[in-house]
């Protein structure tokens, strides 16, 4: 679990701001307070068998004379704890993990502050199994040349180096403040600056990797496990039943939904056209019901049931109002039982005029609410509680949005856009995500992910593009704005904390496919360490996003989101370098997009 900072104790020196009586501190201490006796040195501190006053101690030494306490154990040079025996320490702390750090008793914290350096950890080491991997992993002066003892504390150069595990996965032990410095020391070092190359692993490989199909199960309840071709050799019976599942969708009954869902996906996998019920009764979610409909349609081709719902009133008005950005299933039930059946119906409703879409052509910031990402907004169209403005708006804009998107236009989309971003912040990279990147010939919207290979540059970026599209008449509604959170292993919800802008957007007349249409445009920005998460969790399908969280809570008791990966008994990140290496981490084979249309 993260750990939990307590409030911090009163100092029980002397007034005249002197050390304690019971530890006084030694002559060589006579550096100025405002230095940091371990500069270079992160620690973690494992709370277990600390009382409150204790803990609250060891976080105020750790930040007025280290470089910081960590969440991770992953990521400290030195482990603090009172415990001393493994087992107990295993609770906390992988042993693995532990092998590779110097594991020490909070006394090494306590008297290398008092003697302004790091202490030789062998003497304070916390369990003695782990005694000679913590003399090897201690990052005390002895072990090193350092200029700590010669009184410059200017000149003096780092007393160690911090140790790097060869892992296929990006730690996240250097500071977005590192790479910052690290940064401007070549930039002083080489004149002129020269534009840096892209990371290799924020690139997609060249030529893509193809998905070895073999090793792929149309059989398993996982869709992350299932090849899912956009057209599969079952198209027509997979619509037949997904005009069921869209009833009871935008009639609330969600469970009843998400079973026709995943009779849905998994038919989609069924690599063979389906001629007798012998090849579906072993595929899984294929109950007593659905089989019924499949039946009827090897015999007749269709599904009566869904043929009556495809021509009620009540379901073409529920999916007419519900595709309206702004209308969920809850409001569009509402509206109808007020008597409402048309468009015409709800521009009069709302009081919707002429100038209320040029009113609200605006850069607004909404407030963050959990709602579904874009992959996911075929279920639910749009979001309820977002306001009747927002409705008005998209009332008016309803024409322009209802036109598909080509391929082509979805590129020349995300080109326009790099322009600009390259002139507000050159080094950016990025990727079309959505039914674009599935294969799809057309998309409702265009969805794009953003990062730069430096952290400190994406925070803050989103919005500042925004609003030089806006300058440029590019942006003309902005939905939704929200900035970074904090990636949260315990979030129920699945909207996530990357930063990201829901927008109306415009080609500017330079353009080959200027033709005034209006269309939806979201902009996802990721730091480089979650870019391919991102890139996945915004690739979609549903069923495909749904299954992978499910594999990883199932199987590797792990939250996976587009915002990251986390380990749910004690909140450990993974950061992924590559789409590929998401897959491998979470043991799965390889899935390209163009198998993960495992919705219709």
């Not at 519900?322 to 709800?346: F, K, M």
């Not at 909207?495 to 990201?500: A, F, M, N, P, T």
């Not at 496919?513 to 690739?539: E, K, M, Q, S």
Request: charged share 30%.
């Amino acid at each position: 679990m993260p750990f939990k900072r307590p409030a911090p104790i009163p100092h029980q020196g002397s007034e005249s701001g002197e050390s304690s009586p019971s530890r006084p501190p030694p002559a060589k201490q006579q550096k100025s307070s405002m230095q940091k006796a371990l500069p270079d040195i992160t620690v973690y501190i494992v709370q277990a068998k600390l009382d409150v006053g204790a803990i609250a101690e060891l976080f105020e030494l750790a930040e007025r004379h280290t470089k910081g306490a960590c969440r991770n154990a992953m990521d400290a040079d030195v482990i603090i704890t009172a415990i001393g025996m493994r087992r107990r320490l295993e609770r906390h702390v992988p042993w693995d993990i532990a092998e590779t750090k110097a594991v020490v008793t909070p006394a090494w914290l306590r008297d290398s502050v008092d003697h302004g350096r790091a202490l030789p950890c062998g003497d304070y080491v916390a369990i003695q199994d782990l005694l000679e991997t913590t003399v090897e992993h201690c990052p005390d002066c002895n072990c090193k040349p350092c200029a700590c003892s010669d009184g410059d504390s200017e000149a003096a150069t780092p007393r160690f180096e911090a140790k790097q595990l060869p892992s296929p996965l990006s730690s996240p032990s250097i500071s977005v403040k590192q790479r910052a410095m690290s940064t401007s020391t070549k930039k002083e070092e080489k004149k002129p600056v020269l534009p840096k190359p892209v990371p290799e692993h924020l690139l997609p490989p060249d030529p893509p990797i193809p998905t070895n199909l073999a090793k792929l199960d149309y059989m398993s309840r996982y869709a992350c496990q299932r090849a899912s071709p956009l057209v599969c050799p079952n198209q027509a019976l997979v619509r037949e039943l997904d005009i069921i599942r869209r009833s009871r969708d935008l009639e609330g009954e969600a469970r009843s939904a998400l079973s026709y869902e995943r009779a849905v996906s998994i038919i989609k996998a069924y690599p063979h056209e389906i001629r007798s019920l012998k090849q579906v009764e072993k595929l899984p979610f294929i109950g007593v019901k659905i089989t019924g409909l499949i039946e009827e349609f090897l015999d007749t081709g269709k599904i009566t049931e869904a043929q009556t719902i495809n021509a009620s009133e009540r379901f073409q008005t529920l999916s007419l109002f519900s595709s309206i950005y702004g209308i969920g299933p809850s409001t569009a039930i509402r509206l109808y039982n007020l008597g409402l059946r048309s468009l015409n119906d709800l521009e009069v409703y709302y009081g919707v005029e002429p100038e209320d879409v040029a009113l609200q052509s605006q850069i607004v910031e909404v407030e963050e609410k959990p709602r579904k990402p874009a992959w996911q907004r075929g279920q639910h169209k749009g979001d309820e509680g977002l306001g009747d403005s927002w409705t008005r708006v998209a009332l008016g804009l309803r024409e322009d949005l209802a036109k598909k998107i080509s391929r082509a236009e979805v590129e020349e989309m995300g080109r326009v856009v790099m322009r600009e971003l390259e002139e507000l912040e050159p080094g950016c990279v990025s990727t079309i995500v959505g039914g674009y990147r599935r294969g799809k010939a057309e998309s409702n919207d265009v969805d794009i992910v953003f990062t730069h290979p430096d952290p400190s540059k994406v925070k803050g970026l989103c919005k500042r593009l925004v609003r030089k599209l806006h300058e440029r008449g590019m942006v003309t509604h902005v939905m939704h704005l929200s900035n970074f959170h904090a990636h949260n292993a315990l979030r129920t919800h699945h909207w996530d904390s990357l930063e990201k802008a829901l927008t109306v957007f415009i080609m500017p007349p330079s353009s080959p496919f200027h033709t005034g249409v209006r269309r939806r445009l979201d902009l996802i920005f990721a730091v480089p360490d979650v870019y391919w998460t991102a890139v996945i969790g915004w690739t979609g399908s549903i069923m495909f996003q749904r299954d992978i969280r499910q594999w990883a809570k199932d199987k590797h008791g792990m939250k996976f989101d587009s915002s990251g990966i986390t380990r749910r008994y004690d909140s450990k990140e993974f950061f992924p370098k590559t789409e590929k290496e998401v897959f491998d981490l979470l043991g799965l084979e390889w899935v390209e997009p163009k198998w993960r249309n495992a919705d219709l």
